[in-house]
């Protein structure tokens, strides 16, 4: 029987590659490895070839805190946390939801901030769940939006977008009635797109975490410890004001 649990233990190891990296193995080698999707604006984006955004700079505040030097790679949304668990890098920070669904693949980290899907849609659409009825809504691909719109009654048609820009330009170019998209991402696009869209009612509300391969604790632990500590001293209010203009951890 052990014979066989350990040949079983091997197989995964070869399949997945290696283990995840351990803090101590993360910071004797001086570097952080962390990716994100870079298409998510104003918490991932892509400036050139250099991610930026709410979630990068915080990242890289964190790493900063940890003594390390933080190396990017960028992938579509919905590759990540596969990669996550092929130990392709260290940690995502892509604006995951911290669902049941999700907490079966990966661990979270405590909450970078707090939000909720809600829905925009140009003048005169439907502004509410209800008003959905019948409508045809655009989301990104892998969401907590696509999970969210197919629990509303009735709705006619969802469109799913590789990214969550396309699902915005798909309610722009008047292929659908509504997009559902972070709150925030929507006040954005109203502000950029002055008169042509209006925001509508929260759906859901969600807590965003940062994941980490299932059972790294001593990374997680390293993690929240950083994240705690910018928290209260007054790095994350900063940039949260930066982007926000407003705190948006979780209280
Ligand atoms: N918060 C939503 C979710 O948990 C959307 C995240 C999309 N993130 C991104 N980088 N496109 O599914």
Redesign the pocket.
């Known amino acids: 029987m052990k014979k066989v649990l350990l040949a079983l233990t091997a197989l995964t190891l070869l399949a997945t590659g290696a283990e995840a990296r351990t803090w101590a193995e993360i910071k004797k080698s001086g570097t952080v490895k962390v990716a994100?999707?870079g298409?998510?604006p104003p918490?991932?984006l892509m400036k050139g070839k250099t991610p930026t955004g709410f979630e990068v700079e915080l990242a890289e505040a964190l790493g900063k805190q940890l003594g390390l030097k933080v190396q990017w790679t960028v992938l579509p949304?919905d590759s990540?946390l596969i990669g996550l668990n092929q130990d392709r890098y260290d940690f995502v920070i892509?604006?995951?939801?911290i669902?049941p669904e999700r907490q079966k693949a990966v661990d979270f980290s405590s909450p970078h901030y707090c939000?909720g899907?809600a829905i925009v849609t140009r003048p005169g659409g439907p502004l509410t769940a209800k008003a959905l009825a019948g409508k045809s809504v655009a989301v990104?691909v892998?969401?907590?939006?696509l999970?969210n719109v197919r629990k509303v009654p009735g709705v006619r048609d969802v469109k799913t977008f590789p990214?969550?820009t396309d699902a915005q330009a798909a309610l722009m170019a008047g292929r659908v009635d509504a997009w559902v998209?972070?709150k925030f991402t929507g006040l954005d696009l109203v502000k950029a797109q002055k008169g042509k869209v209006v925001q509508g009612e929260l759906l859901f509300r969600?807590k965003?975490g940062m994941a980490v391969k299932k059972g790294n604790a001593t990374l997680l632990g390293e993690l929240n410890a950083a994240l705690s500590k910018a928290q209260a001293n007054g790095t994350y209010a900063k940039l949260s004001k930066q982007y926000f203009g407003q705190d948006v951890r979780c209280r």
């Open positions: 994100t999707e298409a998510f918490f991932n949304f990540l892509a604006s995951h939801g669902t939000t899907g990104q892998g969401t907590t939006y999970e990214k969550d998209g972070d969600e965003i």
